[in-house]
C-alpha cells in the first residue's frame, strides 16, 4: 500500500480514536492548528480551479473534515468537562482573540454562527441542490448535442467519448455536492448544541466536584467553552465558504482571482465613476476628505491604467490576424489539409437547412445516429461519420449524397409538402405534384398537408419529407457499404473480435492472410449485401480454407456457403419456400466452359454473343417475374455461382445470384423460370 493511501486510513482511525480515547491538551492543539490548515488549504483549492470537476474529491473531502471536526470537538469537550484545560489554542482564542471578555467571546461565536448558518450553508445548501436538478435535468440535451457534433464530424470518437464521461461525471458532481451540503448545516446545528452543553454541564461540573463559586466556574468554564467554540467555527466557516465557491462556479479559462479581476474591472469608465462618487462622499460629509481622497485616487488611478492597457488599434489587431492566417497558408501543414475527403458527404441546399436545425425542429441528425446503428445491426459494418452541411451551389430545395469525394446520389424535397405514392393506379382525385421517389424510383406526388388524410384513406403511402431524406441516405449506405469498409476499417473489426476470440484471429491474420486479403472477402459479401455481423463464423472459415487459397473469390464462396443458414433466411418466405429463377444445364456448361484460369485467379470469358444472349434470357424472366411482382433471385450450381455474379453484376447487380449449397435442407425450392438459349 502506497504511504499516501495508508495516511488516509490511519487520518480515519485517528478520527474514531478521538471518539474513544482522551487525548492531552498539547496534542489537541496540534490536531486543531491541522484542521484550520486544511480548511485554509481547501478554500485556496477552490478559488484556483477552473471549473468544479477539478475538486471532484470534494464531497467526499468535506464528510471527512467534518467528522474529524466533530472527533475534535468531542475531544475538547472531554478535557474541559474532566480536567478543566483543553490546550493551549483553546485558552489563547477563549483569552487573546476575545480580549478576555466572555460577552465578547459570546458575541463573537454567535455571529460566526449567523454567518455560517444563515448566510452560506443555507445559500450554499440551495445552490447544490438547484445545480444538481439543473444538471440531471440538461443530461439528455447534452448527450443530444455530442451525438450531433460526432455526426457532423465535428469532434473524434474518443473525444465524443471524453465529453460523455465530462457529462456524467458532473452529474455525480452535483448530485454528490448536494447530499454533501447537508454534512455542513449538520456541522453548524452541532457546534450550536456542544457549546450550550458544554457552557451547562461547565458550570455544574465546577460548582459540584471542583467546589468553585457560581461566578468563578462560569467564567472559566464559558471562555473555555467559548475558545472551542470559535477555534471550531473558523474551520468550518472555511469550508462552508468553499462549497459555496465550488457550487457557484463557472467553468472557464482562469481561476477566480483572474476570472474576478478580469470581469470586476472589464469596464475601466465604471471606476471612474467609484473614485468621484467616493470624493463626494468625503467632501460632503463628516467622514472627512483626508480618509476618502486616497481610495478615491486609488481607483481613478486603475481606471487610467486599465484603459489605456486596452487601447490597442484595432488595424493592428487586424493586421496581426492577417499575418497569421497569411503563415498558415504558406505552412506546408495547411496544403496537406486540402488533401482530407470526407467517407460520407451529406450535403443540401439553403432551403433544407431546416432538417438540421435543431432550433427549428430538423432531426436529421438524430435519424443519421439511427441510421448508423441500424447499418452496424443489419450489415456488421460501422458506418463513418456522416459530414452534414449545407452548400449554396445547390438548389434550395436539392440535396446530394457522396462517398469518398463522389457524388453516388442526389434528390430533391419540399419541406412543407408530404410525399405519397400510390399502392397501384393513380388517383387522378389526388392533386400533387409529380415526382420519383428516390430511395427505389417508384412514381410518386408531393401534396399538401391538406390532401394528406385524403391521400391515405384511399391506401396512398404518406411520407414526411426527413423520412424521405433518411430513407434514401440509408438505401445509398446499403448498396455502398463494400466502398466505406477499408483497411482501417476491417482492422478495427479484427480488434474487435480479437477481445472476444483471439485465438481464431491470430490463426487468420497476419498469416496467412492479411488484412487486405480479408478486407476483399467482407467487401465481396458486403457487395452482395450479405451481412458480416456474424464475424465469429467468417474468420472459422477463413481459417479452414485461408491455408489452401489466398483467392479473395474463392474465400468469399466458401464463406457464403459457411453462411447457409443467414442467407437462407434472408430470403425464405414465411413458410419456407424460396421462389428462384435456374439456369438450364446448357447454360451452365457454357459459362463453366467460359472460366479461364490464370497464375491470378479465374475469370470468366464468353463470347460477345453467348453473353448477351445470357443476358437477354435472364432479363426476360426478371422482367416477367416483376409483371407478378415477385423478387427475382436466380439459383445455380456452385461451381458457377461467382462466375454468374460477374456476369450479371454489370446490368442486374441488386438481383441475388444464389447456389445450392447456401440454402438450408428444410427449404422448398420452386422453380418459377428457366433461364435458357437456343
Known amino acids: 500500500m ?63 473534515l467534518t467528522l474529524f471536526r466533530l472527533g475534535l470537538n468531542v475531544s475538547t469537550t472531554r478535557a474541559i468537562l474532566a480536567e478543566g484545560d483543553a490546550g493551549k489554542v483553546v485558552e489563547t482564542f477563549g483569552t487573546f482573540v476575545t480580549g478576555g471578555n466572555v460577552l465578547v467571546g459570546m458575541v463573537v461565536f454567535i455571529i460566526l454562527i449567523i454567518i455560517q448558518f444563515v448566510v452560506i450553508t443555507k445559500g450554499s445548501e440551495r445552490v447544490s441542490e438547484v445545480a444538481a436538478r439543473f444538471t440531471l435535468d440538461a443530461m439528455p440535451g447534452k448527450q443530444m448535442s455530442i451525438d450531433a457534433d460526432l455526426n457532423a464530424g465535428m469532434i473524434s470518437e474518443q473525444q465524443a467519448r471524453e465529453r460523455r464521461e465530462k457529462v456524467a461525471n458532473e452529474a455525480d458532481f452535483y448530485g454528490a455536492m448536494d447530499g454533501a451540503s447537508k454534512f455542513v448545516k449538520g456541522d453548524a446545528i452541532a457546534g450550536i448544541l456542544m457549546v450550550l452543553i458544554n457552557m451547562l454541564f461547565g458550570i455544574i461540573i465546577g460548582m459540584m466536584q471542583n467546589g468553585l463559586s457560581l461566578q468563578e466556574s462560569a467564567s472559566h468554564y464559558t471562555m473555555l467553552t467559548v475558545g472551542d467554540g470559535i477555534v471550531s467555527q473558523i474551520p468550518a466557516l472555511l469550508i462552508s465558504t468553499a462549497t459555496g465557491i465550488v457550487v457557484t462556479r463557472a467553468a472557464s479559462d482562469g481561476n477566480l482571482g483572474a476570472d474576478i479581476t478580469a470581469q470586476l474591472f472589464a469596464y475601466p469608465k465604471m471606476l471612474y465613476v467609484a473614485a468621484g462618487t467616493i470624493f463626494l462622499l468625503g467632501l460632503f460629509t463628516p467622514i472627512g476628505i483626508l480618509l476618502t481622497l486616497p481610495i478615491a485616487g486609488l481607483l481613478a488611478f486603475a481606471g487610467y491604467r486599465i484603459a489605456k492597457s486596452k487601447e490597442i488599434p484595432v488595424q493592428d489587431e487586424d493586421e496581426v490576424e492577417q499575418e497569421i492566417e497569411m503563415d498558415e497558408m504558406k505552412s506546408p501543414e495547411s496544403v496537406v489539409n486540402l488533401l482530407n475527403i470526407d467517407p460520407i458527404e451529406f450535403e443540401f441546399g439553403y432551403g433544407l437547412i431546416p432538417l438540421a436545425d435543431t432550433n427549428q425542429g430538423g432531426d436529421l441528425l438524430d435519424r443519421v445516429v439511427m441510421i448508423r446503428r441500424q447499418l452496424a445491426i443489419e450489415f456488421g459494418i460501422v458506418i463513418p461519420v456522416v459530414r452534414i452541411r449545407d452548400n449554396i451551389q445547390l438548389q434550395p430545395n436539392e440535396y446530394r449524397l457522396k462517398i469518398k469525394g463522389n457524388e453516388v446520389a442526389k434528390g430533391e424535397i419540399l419541406l412543407d409538402h408530404f410525399l405519397a405514392m400510390a399502392p397501384g393506379m393513380e388517383d387522378d382525385s389526388i392533386e400533387g405534384i409529380d415526382t420519383v421517389e428516390p430511395s427505389f424510383g417508384l412514381p410518386a406526388k408531393w401534396i399538401t398537408e391538406e390532401v394528406k388524410d385524403t391521400a391515405e384513406m384511399y391506401g396512398y403511402t404518406v411520407v414526411d419529407p426527413p423520412s424521405v431524406v433518411s430513407t434514401h441516405i440509408t438505401e445509398v449506405l446499403k448498396q455502398n457499404a463494400h466502398e466505406l469498409l477499408g483497411r482501417q476499417e476491417t482492422k478495427q473489426l479484427i480488434d474487435h473480435l480479437k477481445e472476444s476470440y483471439p485465438i481464431l484471429v491470430e490463426e487468420v491474420t497476419p498469416t496467412p492472410l492479411s488484412i487486405g486479403d480479408i478486407q476483399k472477402v467482407l467487401a465481396k459479401l458486403l457487395r452482395e449485401k450479405v451481412s458480416i455481423r456474424n464475424l465469429p463464423v467468417i474468420f472459422e472459415t477463413l481459417a479452414d480454407f485461408g491455408k489452401m487459397t489466398s483467392d479473395s473469390e474463392l474465400l468469399g464462396e466458401y464463406v457464403r456457403q459457411a453462411l447457409a443458414k443467414q442467407i437462407t433466411s434472408q430470403y425464405v418466405d414465411q413458410d419456407q419456400l424460396l421462389k428462384v429463377v435456374t439456369l438450364s444445364g446448357k447454360v451452365e456448361k457454357m459459362v463453366a466452359e467460359g472460366v479461364q484460369q490464370t497464375e491470378h485467379g479465374n475469370y470468366l470469358s464468353l463470347s460477345p454473343d453467348i453473353s448477351q444472349a445470357i443476358i437477354e434470357a435472364i432479363a426476360k424472366e426478371i422482367e416477367m417475374l416483376s409483371l407478378q411482382q415477385q423478387t427475382p433471385i436466380i439459383l445455380c450450381s456452385p461451381a458457377v455461382r461467382m462466375y454468374v455474379r460477374q456476369l450479371t453484376d454489370r446490368y442486374f447487380p441488386h438481383v441475388p445470384i444464389l447456389s445450392y449449397n447456401e440454402l438450408e435442407a428444410n427449404v422448398e425450392v420452386q422453380s418459377v423460370g428457366v433461364v435458357n438459349i437456343d
Open 2 to 64: 502506497k504511504a499516501r493511501d495508508l495516511s488516509v486510513l490511519l487520518s480515519v482511525i485517528l478520527i474514531v480514536a478521538m471518539l474513544i480515547i482522551p487525548f492531552p491538551g498539547w496534542l489537541l492543539s496540534f490536531l486543531i492548528i491541522i484542521n484550520i490548515s486544511l480548511a485554509l488549504l481547501v478554500i485556496l483549492t477552490s478559488m484556483n480551479m477552473k471549473e468544479p470537476l477539478e475538486f471532484s474529491i470534494f464531497p467526499s473531502l468535506i464528510l471527512l
